[in-house]
């Protein structure tokens, strides 16, 4: 492993320990979205130019909602299926579009936008709740190391 890897690794550590610190004891789901969209901006700007949240919509459980970003305006509803966010939230898996004007079916909320992952939440439940959408203008921006760290922050977002 190189030194980019592992300083990578250490910094996805610590922003888990650091959000989980914010959120402790936290009942608003919106409070908790909001905590990791601002501290994993902050951490890893200018990297990562869209982060945030589209949350499964209550009222039509086949539709996500935008929910707390920080970046550009984002498209306020994605339908399951439609795009990487629906396709991830439609599979409950993590997708990594290294381009995504070669990738079919893009919504392209913000065109300065050419890289991609998406990551599943799940509530205390085990239901998929929402989608972390982390955008790039830098083509094949996200790795294995992004995967981990953000599934792992995924994972507890909405359970400890
Ligand atoms: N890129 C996303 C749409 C959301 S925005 O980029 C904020 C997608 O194709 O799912």
Same mark, same amino acid.
């Given at each position: ?22 959120? %402790? ?8 979205? *909001? ?5 994993? =901006? &902050?951490?890893?700007? /200018? ?50 579009? %290294? ?8 919504? *392209? ?5 050419? =890289? &991609?992952?998406?990551? /599943? ?40």
């Amino acid at each position: 492993m190189n030194n980019m890897t592992t300083d990578k690794q250490d910094k996805y550590a610590s922003l888990h320990a650091e959000i989980m610190a914010v959120i %402790a004891g936290e009942t608003s789901r919106t409070a908790r979205f *909001a905590t990791a969209a601002c501290l994993l =901006s &902050e951490a890893f700007s /200018p990297r990562f130019y869209w982060t945030g949240f589209y949350e499964v919509d209550p009222n039509k459980p086949d539709e996500l909602v935008i929910g707390p970003y920080q970046g550009t305006l984002g498209c306020l509803r994605i339908a399951f299926g439609r795009g990487v966010c629906g396709i991830s939230a439609k599979n409950e898996k993590t997708q990594i579009v %290294a381009d995504v004007h070669a990738f079919a079916g893009h919504i *392209a909320c913000d065109p300065a936008s050419r =890289s &991609e992952i998406v990551v /599943p939440v799940h509530g205390q439940s085990g239901k998929l709740v929402a989608v972390l959408d982390i955008d790039s203008t830098q083509l094949n921006a996200f790795d294995r190391v992004d995967q981990d760290g953000l599934e792992q922050i995924c994972h507890d977002l909405l359970r400890v």
